[in-house]
Structure formats: structure tokens, C-alpha cells
């Protein structure tokens, strides 16, 4: 009787491993196809565009539609991205419009490339001004769509329901990064940041929607001219900032300040811009998807990593990925 109260009561969590392609052109190179066959990975969330709000016509308008060069296999999951600012600007008269927009879109969409539609998610960081709108539409959208919604779930989103409330999804995908203000220069990482995420961690327990994870491999580099933000680019990393002669690195080694004018990276560049890099070690990739997964009371769930994109992946060995793509003890 000791030895069975000394077991481990949390049975390892069943996962089904995913990720997210976010670009725009769907077209997978060799390796990043062989590496979703060798990890076994069952799904791919595919973003196939955005819904924005356009000033001129003072409407709602796709944007960013995805073009394919290849056509999907396997299990896709079409993901759109709906601006907060969409929902501010338009009437509730205009939301079955704007539902039935989407759905014919995602279904011709669908249609042409052959893929079987079995859920589709939304991403939409909504506010306490906007979830009423957001709510009526996602519900219009199940109607249309007929098919399971999910919804992605921020971490302020989990901790503040009374405010932000419970979208009406049957699933949310709990979006492990972007947990700072990236807004702000003294930020230390914006992607994420294991104080910050402490403080609304433990919300995750008694959220009442099922939730599936999905954690960041992307990396950045955060620009601000006179304290206020500029601009990121994307994928540049410690190393290349260190290699710049016209960046003198400050005490706490992630930031560079431009000691003159120049051209670089793609901008012009001037004197006393701070450059702060971000990115998530694979020593913190590891301890926190565990910490999160206990966190997560549903015993199934998808796991997914952010994004299929091979300068993305090649700043974690292969050994890293397997590890994450695993469950738990």
C-alpha cells in the first residue's frame, strides 16, 4: 500500500503533435516536409489569411491571402487572423456579412486545394470592447462552417475571463509567446519571459475550454529610435547584431545601441537606436512546455510548435524538436 500512495498520480498527457505554417506561399521545402514524416507530426495549422478593416472603403477586407505552389497533404487545420481593430470598427448589423464572407472564402479555398475541412481556427487577440462582437461571429461561423471552431487563447485572455469571457469554441489553442509588451524598451523578452508567464500560469487549471499548446521556435530582433518602437526583423539573432561594427553591445548582452549612422538589415539605421534581441533557449522551450502541460487538466491535446520554417528550425538540433514533440512523463 506505501508503494502504490507513492506513485505518480498525473498520467502522461496524450498529444498530438502539430505545427503552425505562417507565410505567404505555401511552399515546403525538402527538409521541412522530411521533418514533419520523421516526427510524426499529424497536423498542420495553415494561416490562410487576415481580415482587416480597410479606412478608404470602411469595411472589412481579406488581406494576406496565402498562394500555393504546392498543394497540402495530410491533416490541415485552415487558420485565419482577425484584427482586434475589425471588430471596433464594424456595426453587429455587419457581422453575417462579414461570417459568411469568411466562410465561402475558407471553403473555396479549401475546395481548391483539396483539403478536407474538419476544424478551423480563429486568432484574434479580442478585448472586453470587442468579445460580444467576436462571440456573435464565431457563432455565426460555426453555423456556416459546420465544422468544430477553436479559437487561440491568450495568456491575459486565460486570467482575466470575467473581462475577456469564454469565446464559444469547442477548443482553445493557448498561444505560449508574445506574453510582454513589445511595445515597451524595457522589455527583456517580449517572446517569452518565465516571470511574466508565472503571473498568469496558474489561471490555466480552471479555464473551462479543452486547451491545446503551441510554443515559439521564431527568433527576433526589436528596434526603437528615441524610446519608441521602430520596427522587427525577423530572424536575426545575437550573433549577427555582435558581428556589426556600428553596434556597441550593452551590459546585458541582448542589447545594441548604433554608435552611428548607417544602412543595414534592410532600414536606415541612426545613431542611439537600441536593438534588443529575443529569442527562447531550448533549455526554456523544455521546462515550460512541462510546466504548462500539468497546468492543462484536459488529458489529450495538440502540441504544436511555431513555425514550419527552415531558418526558423535551424536554430534548435533535431534532438530539441524530438524532445519537445514527445509527452511528458
Keep these: 500500500m506505501f508503494l502504490l500512495s507513492c506513485q505518480p498520480t498525473d498520467s502522461p ?11 505567404s506561399t505555401y511552399n515546403p521545402t525538402p527538409s521541412e516536409l522530411e521533418l514533419l514524416q520523421k516526427m510524426t507530426v499529424k497536423k498542420v495549422y495553415l494561416h490562410l489569411f487576415d481580415v482587416d478593416w480597410d479606412p478608404k472603403t470602411h469595411q472589412a477586407i481579406p488581406k494576406a491571402l496565402i498562394r500555393f505552389q504546392q498543394k497540402p497533404v495530410g491533416n490541415i487545420v485552415p487558420v485565419l487572423f482577425i484584427t482586434n481593430r475589425t471588430l471596433l470598427n464594424l ?58 471552431l477553436s479559437a487561440t487563447i491568450r495568456l491575459h485572455q486565460i486570467k482575466y475571463t470575467d473581462q475577456t469571457g469564454i469565446p464559444p469554441v469547442s477548443r ?29 500560469l496558474s489561471f490555466v487549471k480552471t479555464y473551462p475550454l479543452p486547451l491545446d499548446l503551441v510554443m515559439p521556435l521564431f527568433r527576433w530582433t526589436v528596434v526603437y529610435r528615441n524610446g519608441r518602437f521602430l520596427t522587427f526583423l525577423n ?29 543595414a538589415f534592410g532600414f536606415s539605421i541612426r ?58 512523463p
Aim: proline content about 3%.
Design 91 to 148: 456595426t453587429s448589423e455587419g457581422l453575417p456579412d462579414l461570417a459568411t464572407h469568411i466562410s465561402e472564402t475558407v471553403r473555396r479555398i479549401c475546395q481548391q486545394q483539396c483539403i478536407t475541412i474538419h476544424e478551423v481556427q480563429f486568432d484574434c487577440d479580442w478585448s472586453a470592447r470587442t468579445r460580444d462582437r467576436y462571440f456573435r461571429l464565431l457563432n455565426l461561423l460555426s453555423n456556416q462552417l459546420r465544422c468544430p
Design 172 to 200: 482553445g489553442m493557448l498561444m505560449l509567446y508574445n506574453v510582454a509588451d513589445w511595445k515597451q524598451a524595457d522589455t527583456r523578452n517580449s517572446i517569452y519571459d518565465v516571470d511574466v508567464a508565472a503571473q498568469y
Design 271 to 328: 545613431r542611439g537606436d537600441l536593438f534588443r534581441t529575443e529569442a527562447v533557449s531550448s533549455e526554456v522551450l523544455l521546462t515550460e512546455k512541462e510546466r504548462v502541460l500539468r497546468q492543462i487538466k484536459n488529458p489529450t491535446l495538440t502540441f504544436a510548435l511555431y513555425h514550419l520554417d527552415s531558418t526558423v528550425l535551424a536554430a534548435y538540433s533535431r534532438e530539441t524538436i524530438q524532445t519537445l514533440l514527445r509527452p511528458i
Design 13 to 23: 498527457k496524450q498529444l498530438t503533435t502539430a505545427f503552425y505554417h505562417w507565410k
Design 235 to 263: 530572424n536575426l539573432d545575437r550573433g549577427k547584431l555582435a558581428n556589426s561594427l556600428f553596434l556597441t553591445a550593452q551590459p546585458e548582452s541582448v542589447r545594441f545601441i548604433a554608435n552611428r549612422d548607417t544602412s
